[in-house]
């Protein structure tokens, strides 16, 4: 791929995706190494946010000015939890919407809202979900001044809960049900945004993971849990995502690369299984996505990919040796519910299990056989409680963030999967 202009980080983050449709990618690597080693290992999250920002971006921040945005940012943070003798839960579902797309969220909603006061502008965030991303998005950014928020998702094919965390926040945050799959919804968002028309007359910005500015923050917890466990662990460890569009995984990637210890990653998907695949076969197909009890992960062409592939220079990906592939069924997620709620008297939800799935197949049977596992879980499994209650019979307390939602009542509008249909929609909301 050609490479584009080079812009600054703010721009990147207004604009979400470049004019030619391509992916922001930061250009210069950073060398983080002996900042990350600096870090001391009782820091809280807060403190390594803080300290990553003004490494990455020393022409925005200085040590107050980054201490400021990550706690603007950062009003909840990560727990990490022992699982086994090498397998280590790294909970990432304590922020407002219950899920890991809080932090990718939140940062880009605290810096953008700061971008745009600047500059006296206004933007328009268009996004899609597959779940969990229009929660997180839609509370980082309800009642920014100037940001409206237009969500866009799959009609039928989100939870009851996950639709409610989008339809009733109201106010400069709009809830769109697309008659169409997830695939749709993203392809009607990266179509928006390649038609410059509309992106002439309307202040559009992405906050999909694509978005540079989501992805980022993302690497903050990989790096403040390696920071964590430095000590008491005797190898680096790996870390098992559950992925989709392969946002989180990328994250944890640019983590590494920019100096943070790691043996690896496992990147954990359910049926989906394109990226494992492609990581066997070197052969990249795209399909359609499938349903699977791991919703969120329901992603038929992870739009990461491209990011992936570019940081590992082209063509070097697949034989890294760096990222594993790992395919859990919607069968074997049931089984792995039900052994951790067992054993560890815990819930997970599906898309955590397909994490811990894959992190057991490569710890084996032996302690100690393989480098210790760091597995994150995305979300909390109170989020899923139809799945819960099928699987276990029962379900866990949902966080009191969610319940406050059950007795409100939502709005949405309905919409086509056409371009047009989405163009006429915007046009008339904000021209
Ligand atoms: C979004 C999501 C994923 C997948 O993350 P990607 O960054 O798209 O790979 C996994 N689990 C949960 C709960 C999610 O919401």
């Known amino acids: 791929m050609p490479d584009g202009p080079a812009v600054s980080f703010e721009r990147a983050l207004l604009d979400g995706i470049a004019p030619d449709g391509g992916l922001y990618h930061p250009t210069a690597e950073p060398d983080l190494r002996a900042l990350i080693r600096s870090l001391g290992t009782e820091l809280a999250f807060v403190d390594v946010a803080a300290a990553m920002i003004e490494g990455l971006f020393p022409e925005y921040h200085d040590a107050a000015s980054a201490r400021q945005l990550a706690t603007a940012a950062f009003p909840f943070a990560p727990e990490l939890r022992r699982l086994g003798s090498d397998h280590y839960l790294l909970e990432l579902f304590h922020g407002p919407s219950a899920a890991f797309k ?21 933007a328009v965030v268009l996004t899609a979900t597959s779940g969990d991303t229009g929660g997180a998005v839609g509370n ?92 008491r662990l005797e190898e680096d460890p790996l870390f098992s995502v559950p992925s989709g569009n392969f946002g989180n995984l990328t994250a944890g990637v640019l983590a590494w690369r920019w100096g943070m210890p790691c043996g690896g990653f496992l990147a954990a998907t359910n049926e989906n299984d394109v990226v494992p695949a492609y990581l066997a076969t070197g052969r990249y197909a795209p399909r359609p996505s499938r349903e699977t009890l791991a919703t969120a992960m329901d992603v038929g062409a992870p739009s990461n990919l491209e990011r992936l592939e570019r940081i590992f220079d082209s063509g070097t990906l697949v034989g890294s040796g760096m990222l ?20 560890s008297d815990l819930f997970v939800c599906p898309h955590t299990a397909c994490g811990i799935d894959a992190t057991w197949d490569y710890l084996g049977e032996e302690p100690g056989d393989g480098a210790p596992v760091i597995t994150l879980a995305t979300a909390h499994a109170a989020k899923f409680v139809e799945v819960s209650r099928d699987v276990l019979g029962e379900a866990p307390a949902l966080p009191p963030q969610l319940v406050k939602l059950l007795d409100r009542e939502g709005t949405s509008t309905p919409m086509d999967a056409t371009a047009d249909a989405l163009r006429h929609y915007l046009l008339e909301r904000f021209v």
């Open 324 to 343: 594993h592939g790992h395919v859990t069924s919607d069968a074997r997620i049931r089984e792995v519910m039900r052994a951790v709620r067992r054993d």
């Open 102 to 122: 809080d932090f990718g969220a939140m940062f880009l909603a605290a810096a953008m809202e700061r971008a745009i006061g600047a500059g006296g502008r206004r």
């Open 140 to 231: 980082a950014f309800l009642g920014r001044a100037g940001i409206d928020v237009v969500i866009l998702y799959p009609d039928g094919r989100i939870s009851p809960l996950q639709e409610k965390q989008l339809t009733t926040l109201g106010g400069n945050v709009h809830a769109v049900r697309v008659a169409g799959a997830f695939d749709d919804c993203q392809r009607l968002v990266k179509g928006a945004f390649a038609d410059g028309e509309l992106t002439a007359q309307v202040p559009l910005t992405s906050a999909n993971s694509i978005n540079i500015g989501r992805l980022i923050p993302q690497s903050f917890y990989y790096v403040w849990a390696a920071t964590q466990l430095r000590e």
